[in-house]
């Protein structure tokens, strides 16, 4: 009988193994994260980068958990319009200051760290989330560039890192969210300098959360792909710029392609609270970087075509996006990514 038949296979052996391991291995995964959650309240929280952009989503997310927050940028005015936005945020409970620092000053990341245990306390989460894009083909590009964003996306969470080790473990852990980029998983067309930074980030990140482990101190390594953070007016573009601004900015701006910075800040603060090594943001992220997995030859070719399609000029002059505006990138096309960059300081 059919009704028979169907019955033995769901009770065979060889059915029942595999779904009882999945069962257990997700029952176990749900058990750990409920009895490991991090409770963000009352922590005291480090936020680079937090004075705009996906930075700001950031500490507005903490400062809602109740953590008490620091943000971290090099623009004292930037600064001072993301603190009038975040302080009414807070209660009399947890409080939000800002540093002015530059992360590729080594000596000044001690001073900044120093400074926030002055005003806060102790240190028990730090998100690396500074980033600078500069965008442009490998001629218009030189060594400088590289070095430039090294010392801001490997160099400086490096030096964050250790420079808070030993607040977290004196209070039995913490919580460290290195902000990536899909572009640390697959080398992104006219991002060269950007990407080979950022898988540095990466392979830092998943050594420094197996190197912290045994000291209750949690490092995830997030991976996000395009978001609407309103960042495309303050990346650097070089050779032919206002064509090399155009296609950024209108990607930026796809719901199919890019997701909010709201919902991306609110995943990885999720993801501190239960302690997960390694999250990939968005939809289109997620697929790239499964191709990038599985068929990384042949992502590798298909990223040299779409290279062959796009702007060759080799001009190595750096404009700002807003320096680069046209009628197609002030159209209805890019309309989200301009409500975001109101929302987030990026103006």
């Known amino acids: 009988m059919p009704g028979k038949s169907l019955v033995g296979t769901l009770r065979s052996p060889r059915l029942l193994a595999p779904v009882a391991v999945a069962l257990g291995t997700l029952t176990g995964a749900a058990i750990f994260r409920r009895f490991n959650r991090y409770n963000l309240v009352h922590r005291n929280a480090i936020v680079t980068g937090g004075s705009r952009g996906l930075g700001l989503e950031i500490a507005r997310v903490l ?46 990341i001690n001073e900044m760290l120093n400074t926030v245990r002055l005003q806060l306390g102790p240190i028990d989460v730090l998100v690396n989330n500074a980033g600078a894009i500069q965008v442009g083909p490998l001629d218009a590009m030189k060594p400088e560039d590289f ?63 197996a190197e912290l482990a045994r000291d209750q101190i949690v490092v995830s390594t997030i991976v996000p792909g395009l978001m609407r953070t309103g960042s495309p007016m303050n990346a650097t573009f070089k050779g032919d710029a206002k064509r090399e601004y155009a296609w950024f900015k209108v990607s ?41 997995g599985l068929f990384p030859g042949l992502m590798t070719r298909a990223m040299a075509l779409v290279t062959s399609l796009m702007p060759q000029s080799a001009d190595p002059r750096s404009r700002f996006g807003r320096e680069a505006e046209t009628s197609l990138t002030s159209s209805f096309l890019t309309a989200a990514t301009r409500r975001a960059a109101l929302r987030n300081n990026e103006c």
């Open 63 to 108: 400062v809602a958990r109740g953590s008490s927050v620091a943000i971290i940028a090099r623009d004292p005015l930037e600064l001072e319009r993301a603190l009038t936005d975040l302080k009414p945020r807070a209660t009399r409970k947890n409080r939000v200051i800002g540093v002015v620092c530059d992360l590729h000053d080594g000596k000044g």
């Open 147 to 209: 070095e430039h964003e090294m010392q801001l996306h490997c160099y400086a969470p490096m030096r964050t890192m250790l420079g808070v080790r030993d607040d977290m473990r004196r209070r039995g852990g913490g919580r460290i969210a290195n902000i990536a980029s899909i572009g640390g998983v697959l080398s992104v067309p006219h991002l060269l300098p950007y990407s080979a930074s950022k898988f540095a980030l990466v392979g830092l990140s998943q050594g420094m959360h």
């Open 252 to 292: 930026d701006s796809l719901p199919l392609l890019s997701m909010s910075a709201q919902r991306a800040a609110e995943q990885i603060v999720a993801a501190l609270e239960d302690g997960k090594p390694y999250v990939v943001l968005g939809l289109s992220a997620k697929l790239a970087a499964l191709a990038a």
